[in-house]
């Protein structure tokens, strides 16, 4: 089922259910795609596909992260519940993140198939890395990794 349909469903759910944290999140699920949508037409292109919608979806998680840490460190517990709880929904539209072994091997394979050497073919590695496993990999903590491998450490 494509993600813009799961979303509608998500949100009769919550209202049926009277689940109003959920149907709240969803709802900024919903505008910060809406948002999407108007920036790319004004591009002159399509609107966001389920790729795009997923790494939308990565940046809202990375942004409540960010933000709880915050919460957490200026003592307001209350609020940092609150983003948890928001990650948590979000993160339910998400796929199944990889582990530490299967990134490794991920990350082996892409650097055989490309036929990386050195840090300079980095680009390459993350290009195919993004390509395959969108949505199932965080890259800012990909990217060190890959550079570490290609580096020999």
Request: aromatic share 4%; net charge negative; proline share 3%.
């Amino acid at each position: 089922m494509p993600l813009r349909e799961r979303f509608t469903d998500e949100i009769k759910t919550a209202m049926k259910a009277g689940d109003k944290a959920r149907l709240s999140t969803i709802r900024l699920i919903q505008a910060a795609l809406k948002d999407k949508d108007i920036e790319a037409r004004g591009q002159g292109k399509d609107p966001a596909s389920d790729d795009e919608i997923l790494a939308l979806l990565q940046k809202m998680v990375k942004q409540r992260q960010e933000s709880m840490a915050i919460y957490e460190q200026n003592a307001r517990p209350e609020l940092a519940a609150q983003e948890r709880g928001e990650i948590e929904v979000i993160s339910s539209f998400l796929p199944q993140q990889l582990d530490d072994a299967e990134t490794d091997a991920a990350i082996a394979a892409a650097i055989t198939d490309t036929g990386a050497e050195s840090v300079k073919d980095m680009g390459k590695v993350i290009a195919k890395l993004r390509a395959e496993y969108a949505g199932r990999m965080d890259f800012a903590k990909v990217s060190p990794r890959v550079k570490d491998k290609l580096a020999g450490t």
